[in-house]
């Protein structure tokens, strides 16, 4: 049974925008700090940001903060990442995770793609 399932994924341009969603089972939202990674083609898996179970956030690098924004709704048992100004080298799959990641609870991820 899935515990970690992430949908929102998509095609868009150049400075576009998605939000991505992630579904986790109740006791691991509960107990965990939950963080997004993603991976590109060729290139190995990535954190990309984080959020504690008191809602405080990190980011991996001034490449994504300040456009990427992490989130999560402990009554929908869904952490979120809301993406905007896309550019190219943001296509990957992305997973979200516990952090540090647990290798049970990797998922399909869901697949974003930036392109003109």
């Known amino acids: 049974q899935a515990q970690l399932v992430e949908s929102g994924g998509g095609s868009v341009q150049p400075g576009g925008s998605l939000r991505l969603s992630c579904v986790v089972s109740?006791?691991?939202?509960?107990?965990?700090?939950m963080g997004w990674y993603r991976q590109a083609p060729g290139k190995q898996r990535e954190w990309v940001a984080l959020?504690?179970?008191?809602?405080?956030?990190?980011y991996a690098d001034s490449a994504v903060e300040g456009r990427f924004t992490i989130s999560r709704d402990n009554a929908k048992n869904t952490v979120f990442l809301q993406m905007t100004s896309l550019k190219p080298e943001d296509t990957a799959i992305y997973y979200c995770?516990?952090?540090?990641?647990?290798?049970?609870?990797w998922g399909q991820g869901t697949q974003v793609t930036v392109s003109s």
């Open positions: 109740g006791s691991i939202l509960s107990s965990n700090t």
């Open positions: 995770n516990t952090v540090p990641f647990s290798r049970a609870y």
């Open positions: 959020i504690t179970r008191g809602g405080r956030v990190n």
